[in-house]
């Protein structure tokens, strides 16, 4: 499983938030993609989940994407979650997962007690570590924890493509390590994109970097790599990479 992105454009009327950039995440990498507010980050995920419209080509395995309604995407196994977690906070951590598998079970039977547990929600909670907290209200859940919780949504919907927008935003710093160490596990066999500003974090976690700027990329490559570009260091890392 790869994603391909080539030429990818994306315009608002006369204004072009993603211009032309090509790239492509691999399985077994956390690859984040940073840049300044405004480079075209958050957009450029959206249009690879569908949410905003974009031309040029994104391949998932050789099979075109780009102009796909957003839920097959979603089908295809292109996951992502957003700056803002959504869960159902009324519901508890299984309910919540019950309902990413899809399981359509009477109400009555989805709001009591469970004996038993889809192996698909089981793998998944034993690799975020929410497994203590399956029948905790998502509501009473810390910030972290509910993005894991997302990520364990995805999980279980089988997505091979996870793409997080600023996952450890407003996370402690104990969040943000038990994420990173979440992040390696899952890009295990799976293609994982990071849209991130916490530099420290992507310091420490990230094995392949692109850094937009302005709607373009700046450049790629290793953590190294990147930090040691003049252009980043000024243009970026220099001004915002606290
Ligand atoms: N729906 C939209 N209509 C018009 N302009 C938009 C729309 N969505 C995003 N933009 C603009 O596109 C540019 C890129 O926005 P985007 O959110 O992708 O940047 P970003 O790199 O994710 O920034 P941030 O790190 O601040 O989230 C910004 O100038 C933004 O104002």
């Known amino acids: 499983m790869s994603l391909k992105i080539t030429n ?7 204004f072009i938030a993603v211009n032309e950039i090509s790239f492509q995440v691999l399985p077994g990498h956390v690859h984040f993609l940073i840049g300044a507010n405004g480079a075209g980050k958050t957009t450029c995920i959206d249009a690879i989940s569908g949410l905003a419209p974009g031309q040029g080509s994104v391949q998932l395995d050789g099979t075109e994407i780009l102009g796909t309604p957003v839920h097959r995407i979603a089908r295809m196994g292109v996951g992502r979650t957003f700056q803002t977690a959504s869960v159902f906070e009324e519901l508890s951590v299984l309910q919540n997962l019950d309902i990413a598998c899809g399981i359509h ?9 469970r004996h038993r547990v889809d192996s698909r929600i089981e793998h998944a909670l034993e690799v975020t570590g929410l497994a203590d907290l399956v029948n905790a209200q998502a509501g009473t859940l810390s910030h972290g924890q509910k993005q894991w919780l997302e990520i364990a949504m995805l999980l279980v919907q089988d997505a091979q493509v996870l793409m997080l927008d600023e996952p450890v935003a407003g996370m402690s710093e104990e969040e943000r390590v038990a994420t990173g160490e979440l992040l390696q596990r899952v890009a295990r066999g799976r293609v994982v994109l990071v849209v991130e500003h916490d530099m420290e974090f992507m310091r420490r976690f990230a094995t392949r970097v692109t850094v937009m700027n302005r709607g373009t990329i700046l450049c790629e490559g290793s953590v190294d790599e990147i930090q040691a570009n003049p252009d980043v260091q000024s243009i970026y890392l220099g001004t915002a990479g606290k």
């Open 8 to 14: 990818l454009k994306v315009a608002f009327g006369s």
């Open 105 to 113: 079970r009477p109400l009555r039977a989805l709001l009591g007690v």
